[in-house]
């Protein structure tokens, strides 16, 4: 069955009535050619039969005409309707911890910028082909940066500027907790927000949580519920050491009691049971090499989408195919010139057009 065609520009294709009124033309053309020839074969007598050929010259200007008609079709600008079938994608929603915890500097050089070089040698892994990723921050509240993206300069941009230390401040009570709850709830939204921008998208989803877990609060059962509804399995990398280290404390007035410090260490347990709840799998930072952890997570989502294909169709432009078949045409029809004036008058034509197309 032939795909469906439309036309951009159908109203050109009235000038089709050019080449379809000269049709005629040129098949009383050819009459009057053959009636002629059989006359002269009658009247003459010669020692060697000659030789006509059957249209002569006329082949040439029924050449010009049909790449005529194959032009107009191709100024009409012909698109068919194609299906293409391709391997879902795969979506990962980066969602990294920026509470005050993570300035601890128990892993080299401390937990905030250890996360962030993760995070850019998993993007150095991906192959940017089918998956996208969208990045979001949290501590006391979500703070989205990069939507779901294709584009690995967008993300690369935002680690650039991220790369030192978190922006949310230190003075700040608010930095002071951990809402996984919220930080997940976001990455519902954006993953919903996407949808409703460009329609669903066929393919496997994942969380990527990094945190040390130090206070965190929230409900986190009811945003893993809100992942487990939408198929979105959540893996967790831990940032820290079951040692920790102390939180860096604010500078002190010279009147004020400097405050009690704070020690911080890897909440494990918790990490573990989210990445458990979640469908996921837990991971640490430190136990096995950065890029082996990002491929571990990469291939297992994408074990997940395997199976899943979409189906899109789409419009293509035909207008070249017609554009060369003229060419052709009208190529093979100068071949039957035999007169030397004809040749001439293409030759001259070919260059003028020649010109024309230079810069």
Known sequence: MMPPVRFVEPLLLWLLAVPAVLLPVWLWQLARRRRDVRRLRALRTAPVPERH?????????????????????????????????????????????????????????????????????????????????????????AAPQVRLTSDPNALFFFLDHLADEPPFRLRDDTSWNTNIEDGLAWGVRMIEKDEELYGPRLGARAFVVLSDGQAWSGEVARSLKLAQDRNIRVYVIGVGTTGGGFIPQLPVGRYQEPEPPIHSVLDRRSLRAIAQAGGGRYFELGSEPDHVVALRILSDVQRSARGVVQRQETFTDLYWYFLLAAAVVLGAGTLLLKERTQLWWQLAAAAALGAALLP
Request: glycine letters at 6%; hydrophobic letters at 55%; a positive charge.
């Open 53 to 141: 050929r059957f249209a002569g010259g006329l082949g040439f200007w029924l050449a010009v005409n049909v790449a005529a008609a194959l032009a107009v079709v191709a100024l009409a600008r012909p698109q068919a309707l194609v299906s293409v079938t391709e391997s879902a994608g795969v979506d990962f929603v980066v969602l990294q911890d920026g509470s005050t915890s993570m300035r601890v500097a128990d892993v080299e050089p401390d937990r905030w910028q250890r996360s962030v070089a993760w995070i850019r040698t998993f993007a150095e892994v991906l192959g940017w082909r089918r998956e996208r990723v969208a990045l979001a921050l949290f501590a006391h509240r």
